[in-house]
């Protein structure tokens, strides 16, 4: 059985290797299309928007929804120059969207209508990449809308549609870690999230810089880590420390006794159970101790690595440049999402419109119902956004980017930063238009747990822990297909069916899922009384940890 140091903070080999150690007015979706011309002679001003990313390894749950949608609607879908702002300013793809778009809207032939749907479809991601370039800067409010929503026109929804959506929450009112689209390349272009991991960007291989400017940021991810880690075990440590002056005071407090003036009481039964927990207050203090001084070494080797890599960089000439841009290579990143999203046989269709938008309003991927989802996945299976590092279980909420399209499945594409594995966040991304968000959201945090667990296991992914565990019963039972699509089909039964008594799963899978994905203590003492099969589960976890071995 291999060691797995996949999690490890030692000092990175190649940095230490260089550095020498060893519609508006009230139409409708049925309405004829709105007069296009004139769209593209005029400049915009525009628009903001992004949110805090450093991890706050102290934070157990999400807030609480208290404000899902806007009492009153604004008004920005009832702008009779909606459709002429969102193109303006876009150059000549911009006049082929709408060249394509009459044309798809006009024609009668259903030939002719597909052909037309493919192209604009062509077209409008490459449209799209000019928006999202802009992103750093302001954008008007159509612009902002045509990515957060796909809303190329309000007139391709009807009433009722455009005044829900025009009352969805426009800002990060809840300060979590899910982007709306524009938000998400914001966030990219400013440099407050890293580019996701993608192998679009071309660089030279002998390019010295770029080899130096990677090394810097592996760099920079071992000491952000060792930051996070550093300020999560200071926290630990002042909560028991408050617990260890309660206590004192709790010893220290003394009762007179009755006729003997000025001799007080024994000790109580309570002051002297507070004896043995001030004992073991003092080794947790102890341990807490080691740790910092672990993560402060690590800190200070890291920021001194990321000072003597800055200076290289500075006498190789400067900060490499590459040559795609950060929004450019995020944009075919996230268009590759918005694929796997909805499928090969699913609707690929890129703009919102009343022909294809049939969610009721639970089932649209705004960023209150995805917190709500995730708050209740989070009751069932507390461990869905915990990493372990150095023996310890840390929450890291994923980056989720909510995508504006018609898909069923929610992905993860990173599980979390290469260059920096212990603390910083993963990537999902879930549709916005699906069928059944919650089945999305629970594909999505399928997909992560998956990845996180076989990066963990490393090169014994097929024989240790989670991923181990499933594979060998696959294997076993001679099963043909995706290993990892039969297991996040399997973790959504577990989560919607298993989870409410109703055996679905095959006996050696629901182990497996019960052992390593433990529902919640809550849900554990309700299934215990619902069948003898969890009951006998239930006994297992009472056995292991009498052993110790749990």
């Known amino acids: 059985m291999g060691q797995n140091t996949i ?21 409708s979706a049925q309405s004829s299309p709105p007069d296009f011309a004139d769209v593209f002679d005029e400049d915009i001003d525009e ?73 604009f479809s062509t077209v409008y991601w490459d449209f799209l990449a000019g928006v999202a370039r802009k992103t750093s800067g302001k954008i008007p409010d159509p612009k902002k809308y045509l990515l957060r929503f796909g809303i190329l026109h309000p007139t391709f929804l009807n009433t009722d549609d455009r005044t829900f959506f025009s009352k969805i929450v426009v800002d990060n009112e809840l300060s979590v870690p899910i982007y709306y689209l524009d938000e998400w390349f914001k966030a990219v272009g400013i440099g407050e999230v890293r580019n996701s991991a993608t192998d679009e960007v071309r660089i030279a291989k002998n390019n010295s810089q ?10 920079m991810g071992k000491r ?30 003394h009762f007179p006794l009755d006729g003997l003036p000025g001799i007080n009481a024994c000790y109580t039964e309570a002051q002297k159970r507070a004896f043995a927990e001030l004992h073991e207050s003092v080794k947790h203090l102890l341990k807490v101790d080691r740790d910092m001084d672990i993560f402060l070494r690590d800190l200070y080797q890291a ?45 690929h269709f890129p703009v919102l419109t009343g022909e294809y938008f049939h969610c009721g309003q639970n089932d649209v991927g705004f960023r209150e119902n995805v917190v709500s989802i995730f ?37 993860c594409w990173e599980p979390f930063e290469r260059t920096n594995r212990a603390t910083s966040r993963g ?10 968000l919650i089945i999305a ?78 529902f919640s203590q809550t849900v554990k003492e309700k299934l215990r009384n619902r069948s003898y099969v969890y009951q006998e589960l239930y006994q297992r976890d009472l056995n292991r940890a009498m052993s110790d071995g749990y």
Not at 16 to 26: C, K, M, Q, R, W
Not at 82 to 106: C, F, P, W
Not at 210 to 219: C, E, N, T, Y
Not at 402 to 408: A, S
């Open 375 to 411: 708050s209740w996945i989070e009751s069932v299976d507390p461990e869905a956004f915990c990493r372990s590092y150095k023996n310890r279980l840390n929450r890291i909420v994923p980056y989720v980017v909510l995508l504006p399209t018609y898909g069923d499945l929610g992905v």
């Open 210 to 219: 770029i080899k130096l400017q990677q090394l810097v940021d592996k760099a």
């Open 47 to 119: 628009v903001k928007n992004a949110e805090d990313s450093e991890v706050n390894l102290q934070e157990k749950a999400f807030p609480a929804v208290t404000k899902r949608l806007e009492a009153s609607p604004h008004n920005g879908f009832n702008d009779p120059n909606y459709y002429k702002i969102a193109l303006s300013g876009e150059g000549d793809i911009a006049q082929r969207v709408h060249t394509i778009l009459q044309k798809y809207i006009n024609t009668k032939d259903p030939k002719d209508r597909s052909v037309f749907r493919q192209q």
């Open 224 to 253: 952000d880590g060792a930051r996070a880690l550093l300020k999560a075990k200071e926290e630990e440590r002042n909560n028991i420390e408050r617990s260890f002056k309660d206590r004192v005071n709790t010893i220290t407090e």
């Open 303 to 347: 920021e001194e690595d990321v000072k003597t890599l800055q200076e290289k960089v500075e006498q190789a000439g400067g900060a490499a440049t590459v040559d795609v841009r950060a929004v450019d290579t995020e944009f075919e990143t996230v268009r590759q999402m918005a694929k796997m999203t909805i499928g090969r046989q699913g609707n």
């Open 441 to 518: 959201s629970l594909s999505a945090v399928a997909d992560l747990r998956w990845q996180v667990a076989k990066e963990k296991a490393s090169y014994y992914w097929m024989e240790e822990g989670l991923t181990g565990n499933y594979y060998q019963w696959f294997a076993a039972k001679k099963l043909k297909g995706d290993l990892k699509e039969y297991f996040i089909q399997d973790y959504i039964i577990w989560m919607t069916k298993e989870s409410e008594g109703i055996q679905k799963l095959e006996k050696e899978v629901r182990g497996i899922f019960w052992r390593h994905m433990p």
């Open 427 to 436: 990537r999902v991304a879930l549709p916005m238009y699906p069928k059944n």
């Open 7 to 27: 999690f490890e903070g030692e000092i990175d080999p190649e940095i230490a290797g260089l550095l020498g150690i060893d519609g508006a007015h009230e139409a």
